[in-house]
């Protein structure tokens, strides 16, 4: 199909453009979805708009409050190799490790896995665990969302149509915080995942007790989803092994993937899948976070 390709110089540039044609542009960061769906007929745009080449949409700065922002072009493989988003940020460089592969990685972008609002997206529930605010510039500037209300359904996000991601703020997490992200796929991390499960726990410094813990889920339900129930059966109590696998169980039955058959899993499947690789997220996110308590 033909369209015009655009190549804006600035963020300022590329706001006036989505401005003009709304719903008939879509923006090219990574292009490693967007390409695909013009190929295959399944989007139509007249205008294609490039951010590529806007250099203060890429790269991972450190916040005057200590936390981070990251820019909505900085790719899977930089977050995966970026010493920065090591220790308590590290739940974030394990989603990025588990997107596709690494041809994928070296392109794929932190905001165009976001922004197409697949409810199996691996870095979602790492973003939303942390406590990640997206921040999207339109007509009227910049307004910030928490990726917890990121998304509205599948495909789906709060972007209207004169809208693009900057980038994401990420508040410092609290000392003693261990997170882990975990990707069950019956094929390797190629396959988009059956189940994802984000893990962060942030202990008490003084007496070791769960001080906080977040539980999102993806690809089990509409969108990716924090299961507060069994987060808020963690807080204040002393951790093990049987606290743990009661969260996961929990967790499971705050689930919501579609009741139908799919052609990838059931959804009594997925729900075992939760419970079973809940508990092992949440272990690993302890253990970590039990790391930091002693040192």
Known sequence: ?????????????????????????????????????????????????????????????????????????????????????????DILRQGAAQVSCPQVRNVATLGGNSCNGIPSADTVPPLIALGAEAVIVGPGGERKVHMEAFHRGPG???????????????????????????????????????????????LNPKDGTCQDARIVLGACGPTPLRTKKAESLLRGNRLDAPLIEKAAHMAAEESRPNPGISVRAPASYRREMVRVWGRHALKNAWMKAEAYHRS
């Open 156 to 202: 789906r996000t709060v972007l209207e149509a004169d809208e693009f991601m900057r980038g994401f703020k990420i508040p410092p997490p609290p000392p003693c915080t261990g997170g882990c992200y975990l990707k069950y796929t019956p094929r390797g991390t190629s396959e988009l995942a059956i189940v994802g499960v984000a893990a962060l726990v942030t």
């Open 1 to 89: 199909m033909k369209f015009e390709y655009l190549e804006p110089a600035s963020v300022a540039e590329a706001a006036a453009m989505l401005g003009n044609y709304r719903h008939r542009a879509k923006i090219l960061a990574g292009g490693t979805d967007l390409v695909v769906q013009i190929r295959q007929g399944t989007l139509k745009p007249d205008f294609v708009i490039h951010i590529g080449r806007i250099e203060e949409l890429n790269g991972i700065t450190t916040d005057s409050d200590g936390g981070l922002f990251i820019g909505t072009l900085a790719t899977m493989r930089a977050i995966e190799r970026s010493e920065r988003l090591a220790g308590r940020w």
